[in-house]
């Protein structure tokens, strides 16, 4: 079965430090990942994703992410934090209907606070 | 439009009253799928649908929930004798041929 495991409910940075926020995945064959951002009261927004082409995926807003198939790892990473980052984000899988699109399978999600 | 939009955003409900929920997905998008979003938690898969096809609701946590997509555009998420623990934001999708769906701002549902 697909799953996804965001390790983190909390992370805390200053503004202008690195951001790493940590998800592992399961799944019985090469997955498509994705990243999606949630701020308080607006929608989902995607940040990028994963469809097995490069593995390193660059998304929006300086948002980067580096699928590893040996650690069954997709972290979200970016250089420097910037205050209108925070928000919740979700690392999703995909579960496929054979060709067709299909639907998401999302993490529990990490709060990212960005502090002054 | 430009995005997915649903309506109302905000729904109060007594507990039994019946609700329902609109999805107006992007124009062109085959797929359309509803989420429920519970405080505090991601969202969770509830229905499916390709075209007017609804080819999984294995999400859909009691026959109180139905949903439906009768001309392949505009959904309905319907639910009837509310509970409070139907009380969570209720997210629609589209999409077309490829794995990205794209999300709706959601209706926030409050059963009292």
């Known amino acids: 079965a697909q799953s996804v495991t965001q390790l983190d409910s909390h992370v805390s940075v200053s503004e202008g430090t690195p951001v790493l926020l940590r998800c592992n995945y399961s799944?019985?064959?090469?997955?498509?990942l994705f990243w999606y951002v949630q701020h308080p009261n607006k929608g989902l927004q995607l940040l990028l994703k994963?469809?097995?082409?490069?593995?390193l995926v660059k998304g929006i807003n300086g948002f980067e992410a580096e699928f590893k198939k040996s650690e069954t790892s997709f972290h979200l990473t970016k250089p420097s934090a910037h205050m209108s980052d925070a928000a919740e984000y979700f690392c999703?899988?995909?579960?496929?209907?054979?060709?067709?699109?299909?639907?998401?399978?999302f993490g529990t999600g990490t709060l990212l606070a960005v502090q002054p | 439009g430009a995005g997915v939009s649903q309506s109302p955003r905000y729904k109060v409900a007594k507990r039994g009253q019946d609700v329902a929920l609109r999805c107006d997905p992007i124009?062109?998008?085959?797929?359309l799928f509803w989420y429920q979003q519970a405080l505090g938690q991601g969202p969770e898969f509830l229905t499916y649908f390709q075209n007017e096809a609804q080819l999984d609701k294995s999400g859909l946590p009691s026959d109180r929930f139905f949903a439906e997509r009768p001309e392949g555009s505009v959904s309905t998420l319907k639910i009837q004798r509310t509970q409070q623990e139907d009380s969570a934001v209720y997210l629609c999708a589209s999409s077309s041929t490829t794995d990205t769906q794209y999300f709706g701002p959601g209706t926030r549902l409050t059963v009292l």
């Open positions: 994963y469809t097995s082409a490069a593995t």
């Open positions: 999703v899988v995909s579960l496929r209907y054979g060709g067709a699109t299909n639907k998401l399978i």
């Open positions: 799944s019985s064959y090469s997955p498509s």
């Open positions: 124009s062109g998008h085959v797929s």
